[in-house]
Nanobody
Framework: QVHVEESGGGLVQAGGSLRLSCAAS????????MGWFRQVPGKEREFVAS????????YYADSVKDRFSMSRDDGENTVYLQMSSLKPEDTARYYC??????????????????WGQGTQVTVSS
């Protein structure tokens, strides 16, 4: 059973920075694509960023491009989301997903097989 766990959320002022972490455990010897999504109450889960299994490729939503950066540890299923120049509209619960069995476009939340519980990010104006 794969377990995904996020950490690093919190309250920050507009213009500030936060670093989220996500670790996927339970499937040794394999690396897989992972993604960050965010959700606010009453809205669908929204794509933020994703990274390929080897870290060579990263993808970002237009709304966070040039402000957020996703990376992963070599040889591990641990990923990070460095968020800078945060805006109040970045306020959401951030979820990390692991794409292990499904194939499909990285920006669709339903291609990710396992999710963490999420971590709250709140940006005050």
């Amino acid at each position: 059973q794969v377990h995904v766990e996020e950490s690093g959320g919190g309250l920050v002022q507009a213009g500030g920075s936060l670093r989220l972490s996500c670790a996927a455990s339970g499937l040794t010897g394999s690396r897989f694509p992972m993604g960050w999504f965010r959700q606010v109450p009453g809205k669908e889960r929204e794509f933020v960023a994703s990274i390929s299994w080897n870290g060579d490729n990263t993808y970002y939503a237009d709304s966070v491009k040039d402000r957020f950066s996703m990376s992963r540890d070599d040889g591990e299923n641990t990923v990070y989301l460095q968020m800078s120049s945060l805006k109040p509209e970045d306020t959401a619960r951030y979820y990390c997903g692991a794409q292990i069995y499904n194939s499909g476009p990285y920006y669709r939340y339903n291609v990710y097989d396992y999710w963490g519980q999420g971590t709250q990010v709140t940006v005050s104006s």
